[in-house]
């Protein structure tokens, strides 16, 4: 069995979990960044078709098919499986090497995306805007959070050497792939999250993210 052996069904569209397996799988290069990739059209509806939910019985994407053909979702759990079955395929460990990190890093791992008025139309789900406008909140609270996180832990670990799942995390919870980096940051100045700013600065620039359109880019 190798890492070539699996088909991961993803979507065309920047939609946060498919892209994290995505950063996830360039961060860990090799073979892993040479997984074959079947994209679904969410727009089209292509990932509640009745073949998709043989695979996933929620229709959702990422879903990993295994080379027994059984198949796994959750953008987590196939990051933490294909750590876990390939362990020598690649020195970065993104889970860490120690497995009270890993306990951790699964702990701190959800929508008011404008891609989903279409889909949730085609699929007949209402949608009501004023949730939008509370997720809105709860998701500058966050940030706040974070932010206060953030400022914390720089004054105990002020240079972090190691790099973790849990540092691409938020990433793929912001905007950027929609509304672009300039106005994600605009908003973080505005908001005064300095240290939220660094941080997606910094991420923003390693060359598993730095890529147009981070879930359906090209490896």
């Not at 190798?2 to 799988?25: A, K, M, Q």
């Not at 970065?92 to 306990?103: E, Q, S, V």
């Not at 914390?152 to 929609?178: I, Q």
Request: net charge positive.
């Amino acid at each position: 069995m190798s890492l070539t052996d699996h088909l991961l069904y993803d979507s065309s569209l920047p939609t946060p979990n498919p892209r994290r397996v995505h950063i996830f799988l360039r961060e860990k290069g090799g073979d892993f960044a040479r997984i074959p990739t079947q994209r679904l059209n969410l727009q089209k509806v292509e990932h509640k078709s009745e073949e998709h939910l043989k695979r996933n019985a929620a229709g959702q994407v990422p879903t990993l098919r295994l080379p027994s053909g059984k198949c796994i979702s959750e953008s987590v759990t196939i990051c933490q499986y294909l750590e876990t079955a390939f362990p020598s395929s690649s020195p970065i460990k993104l889970f860490g090497t120690d497995p009270r990190i890993g306990a951790l890093l699964s702990v701190h791992w959800r929508n008011n995306h404008p891609a989903t008025g279409l889909i949730t139309q085609r699929l007949g789900v209402q949608r009501f805007p004023d949730f939008g406008d509370e997720c809105k909140a709860w998701y500058i609270d966050q940030l706040k959070w974070l932010d206060a996180l953030f400022k914390a832990k720089r004054e105990t670990f002020p240079a972090p050497t190691e790099v973790y799942v849990a540092d691409f995390d938020p990433l793929t919870a912001t905007p950027e792939d929609l509304v672009g980096f300039s106005m994600v940051n605009i908003v973080l100045l505005v908001l005064d999250l300095e240290a939220v700013r660094e941080w997606h600065g910094r991420v923003s620039q390693r060359p598993s993210v730095a890529v147009k359109n981070g879930a359906a880019c090209k490896f």
